[in-house]
């Protein structure tokens, strides 16, 4: 029984584990940037449409931000693509305008920009986080995640709570099962 009970816990661990990365992926993040240019690559399904990989369905264009971070000069790529209606709830449709936003900020090499973004760069898997906002900024400063801060701590009660109150009746359950 001992061995049931630790497969359970486990099984548990792994799923609240899985929902915790998922919900880091596509919660907000901001990062202070240099934007260093913009393009514009024409897509379908399966990637960027070039010799290699000809367009085989339906196309898209898909904008990238070119970064540059202002302290460490690390590069980083940023996607800047509609959300629509689809998942993770943006309701983003304004990606023209951001990248016209951006391509204002690339022409001064001074311009620091605040960007808000979701997702995470896999260089391997050619896979780029995607901006939601852009706006200019002079100050180096991250603002402090307030919106995820409380968003996990609310989670984190709840799972707290749902918790307590499980082991509660399963203990009184036991208690009637003995009496």
Known sequence: MKWLKGLVLGALILVLGASALGLYYVLPQHEVVLITGVEVKRVDDDGVINAENPADGPTRDVYFINTEDPDTKKVVVYRNEDTGWSFPW??????????????????????????????????????????????????????????????????????????????????????????
Not at 143 to 153: E, H, K, Q, R, V
């Open 90 to 179: 943006y309701f983003k449709f304004d990606s023209a305008d951001i990248q016209a936003k951006a391509q204002g900020y690339s022409r001064d090499t001074t311009q620091l920009a605040l960007i808000r973004y979701y997702g995470w760069r896999i260089q391997i898997l050619s896979v780029f986080p995607n901006i939601t906002h852009i706006e200019p900024t002079t100050h180096r400063d991250q603002p402090f995640p307030w919106f995820n801060t409380i968003f996990f701590s609310v989670t984190t009660l709840f799972v707290v709570v749902i918790a307590f109150v499980v082991r509660r009746r399963l203990k009184r359950r036991g208690q009637i099962a003995v009496n």
